[in-house]
């Protein structure tokens, strides 16, 4: 049987403090339309164990449900226990996460994992405060996860709370600016039911994800329609208040696709930065952006043969077509260039590299344009073997 546990700090006195924004039938009509409109089916919905719920929730950070899915099962099927994913080595658990993007949660996940079996003996503590000191588990999260395991008692206020709020109380501004986000997080502790705190808390994710989404909001199903600010004033399109923008910056590199006979060198990435811990192609400095690829040939041409000659005899030297990749933050701009090796040296002490063969790095934890550009370069291959064979 659960536990229900209340949080201290979010006490009947903590609500008090906040009277304007106490209302009960907020939370009433959450988990009302929560029970007979919400998502149910879910795969991390078929067990409330802690370790499931954790696992979701940090996936489901800034990724969308049906991504997630085949991630999910995937990662349940390797990892089936807190105790088989922190005993994995780092390498495997990447190679698990890679291409769902932010790859800081995979290291933290593994790290938590790790954290979980050696404080707790595997079992997830019940306390979100507790939660939240583990890595990766922010306060939110932690709330979600004590909520849906444990039935504590504990304020979510994720970004589809966020909107669902800021719509519903018509509040302006950014959400991110620390004055507004600790009002929200005030109604988010002065709005929790009494009791039902798990449909309540699937409820405001729900309505976030299925009704009052970013564009196109369901206003006329929505269960809080008759209490909306936004709906009533028509700002559902102005509210949330978006972030303000910045100028994106812009970033290059060239990569090495180094060959030998039927296999590419693989260069294991630094845990921090970008694609952190994941397998990728040996890189340059890139040139800048918007140079055509035979100027960064002719202008980097000793350095790409300097730095390729390092792992053998250098044959041919190609420039690839260029693409983009686009980070939250920035957008990178990458050159391959191939190069065929006709002998390779021993890589000696150099762990960080691999030579991998086509086969290997559809199982291998790479970044998925590093993964698309190497699978094409292969099927081009495969292609060119098959249409000279038939010749």
């Known amino acids: 049987m659960k536990r229900r546990i209340s949080v201290a700090g979010a006490t009947s006195a903590t609500y008090a403090s906040n009277p304007a924004y106490i209302d009960p039938t907020f939370s009433a009509a959450v988990i009302e339309w929560q029970q007979q409109h919400g998502r149910h089916a879910l795969p991390w919905q078929l067990s409330r164990a802690a370790y499931r719920v954790w696992l979701s929730e940090i996936m489901l950070q800034q990724t969308q449900v049906a991504a997630v899915i085949p991630y999910y099962q995937r990662f349940l099927e390797r990892f089936p226990t807190v105790h088989d994913l922190a005993a994995a080595p780092s390498e495997d658990v990447m190679a698990h996460w890679a291409g769902l993007g932010y790859y800081t949660r995979a290291r933290n996940l593994h790290q938590c994992a790790k954290q979980v079996v050696e404080l707790y003996q595997g079992e997830f503590p019940s306390d979100p405060r507790l939660l939240q000191e ?46 507004i986000e600790d009002d929200l997080w005030l109604r988010a502790q002065a709005l929790l039911p009494a009791s039902g705190i798990e449909s309540y808390t699937q409820g405001l994710m729900d309505l976030g994800a299925t009704l009052c989404t970013r564009s196109s909001p369901s206003c006329p199903r929505c269960p809080l329609q008759e209490r909306c600010v936004a709906y009533k004033e ?59 690829a035979a100027d960064v040939w002719d202008a980097r041409q000793d350095a790409i043969l300097s730095q390729a000659s390092t792992f053998g005899d250098v044959a041919e030297c190609t420039a690839l077509p260029a693409f983009e990749h686009v980070f939250t933050h920035f957008r990178l701009h990458v050159q391959p260039v191939q190069v065929r090796l006709s002998c390779v040296y021993p890589l000696v002490a150099e762990q960080r590299y691999v030579w991998s063969s086509p086969a290997q ?4 934890g790479l970044p998925a344009p590093v993964k698309n550009l190497l699978l094409a370069l292969d099927s081009e291959a495969a292609q060119q ?3 000279f064979g038939s010749a």
């Open 134 to 179: 583990l890595p990766g588990i922010g306060r939110s999260t932690a709330a979600a996860i004590a909520a849906f395991s444990y039935g504590t008692v504990a304020a979510i206020l994720d970004g589809n709370v966020k909107r669902v709020f800021t719509r519903v109380f018509g509040i302006a501004g950014y959400p991110g600016i620390k004055t």
């Open 234 to 292: 028509a700002r559902t399109a102005e509210l949330p208040t978006r972030k303000p923008k910045k100028e994106q910056k812009e970033k290059s590199a060239i990569m090495l696709v180094l060959r030998h006979e039927q296999q590419i060198l693989l260069e294991r990435r630094p845990e921090t930065g970008i694609w952190g811990g994941l397998l990728s192609l040996p890189e340059l400095d890139g040139m800048q952006v918007g140079v055509h």
């Open 361 to 364: 790095m559809k199982q291998a």
């Open 385 to 387: 073997e098959l249409t």
